[in-house]
């Protein structure tokens, strides 16, 4: 069913092959024959050494497990204490939800809705649709109905997470805070400081021409 892989190179403009037979590198440019999708198949770009596809069981695999390791964390990093601030013999604590509800009445109010929305629920709806596109691949059986839209929208939704914005945010004012008062880290900011490291994994792992083309493949089946 195969034909032997190509080396990858870019193909003289006289006899170019159709539009779908071509990868451009996401990171260069250059114009790439696409590999023939096969387990196990590895393909960077020769210029640049983007990767462009990982082999695919082992990506599916490994992303779904960060997913779900990027739901729990988040579950602790929203609701245990994230610092506790103590001056003149006054200590408070504070978890981030407390600090988005501070701001829940009155005109802040969207303000409280944009904090969740962008640290909290945006990330765990992308880790949602993720898993939703990738369970049914890790098992080998075909993509359940929607994965396609469920994918484009979780490669939409990844600006807007900001998850790892908030913690250099948070880092930055609390070198400001640590000035006027004793500032104790609580376990929700190292579960922040975990999440940064996961997500930046996920999202390194996780190669849109590999999913794509498995999504592909299925489609014309
Ligand atoms: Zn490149």
Same mark, same amino acid.
């Given at each position: 069913?195969? =034909?032997?892989? =190509?080396?990858?190179?870019?193909?003289?403009?006289?006899?170019?092959?159709?539009?779908?037979?071509?990868?451009?590198? *996401?990171?260069?440019?250059?114009?790439?024959?696409?590999?023939?999708?096969?387990?196990?198949?590895?393909? =960077?770009?020769?210029?640049? !050494?983007?990767?462009?596809?990982?082999?695919?069981?082992?990506?599916?695999?490994?992303?779904?497990?960060?997913?779900?390791?990027?739901?729990?964390?988040?579950?602790?990093?929203v609701?245990?204490?994230?610092?506790?601030?103590?001056?003149?013999?006054?200590? !408070?604590?504070?978890?981030?939800?407390?600090?988005?509800?501070?701001?829940?009445?009155?005109?802040?109010?969207?303000?409280?809705?944009?904090?969740?929305?962008?640290?909290?629920?945006?990330?765990?709806l992308?880790?949602?649709?993720?898993?939703?596109?990738?369970?049914?691949l890790? +098992?080998?059986? *075909?993509?359940?109905?929607?994965?396609?839209?469920?994918?484009?929208?979780a490669?939409?939704? +990844? *600006?807007?997470?900001?998850?790892?914005?908030?913690?250099?945010?948070?880092?930055?004012?609390?070198?400001?805070?640590?000035?006027?008062?004793?500032?104790?880290?609580?376990?929700?900011?190292?579960?922040f400081?975990?999440?940064?490291?996961?997500?930046?994994? +996920?999202?390194?792992?996780?190669?849109?021409?590999?999913?794509?083309?498995?999504?592909?493949? +299925?489609?014309?089946?």
């Amino acid at each position: 069913m195969s =034909s032997p892989a =190509s080396p990858p190179a870019a193909p003289a403009p006289a006899d170019l092959p159709p539009l779908d037979a071509l990868i451009a590198c *996401p990171a260069c440019d250059l114009l790439l024959l696409r590999a023939p999708l096969e387990e196990g198949i590895r393909q =960077s770009c020769p210029r640049c !050494h983007h990767l462009l596809y990982a082999p695919r069981a082992r990506t599916v695999v490994q992303v779904i497990a960060l997913s779900l390791t990027v739901a729990i964390l988040m579950i602790g990093a929203v609701f245990f204490p994230f610092l506790e601030i103590s001056a003149g013999g006054i200590s !408070h604590e504070s978890s981030v939800f407390d600090a988005a509800m501070a701001f829940s009445d009155g005109i802040l109010l969207p303000l409280s809705f944009a904090v969740m929305a962008l640290i909290v629920v945006l990330p765990l709806l992308r880790v949602a649709l993720l898993v939703y596109t990738l369970w049914p691949l890790a +098992q080998g059986r *075909p993509a359940w109905p929607l994965a396609r839209r469920a994918f484009r929208l979780a490669e939409a939704v +990844q *600006p807007w997470s900001m998850a790892e914005i908030f913690v250099v945010g948070a880092v930055v004012a609390l070198v400001k805070i640590a000035g006027l008062a004793t500032v104790t880290l609580g376990p929700a900011f190292w579960a922040f400081a975990l999440l940064v490291a996961v997500v930046t994994l +996920q999202n390194n792992l996780l190669n849109d021409w590999t999913i794509w083309t498995v999504l592909d493949t +299925q489609k014309k089946r």
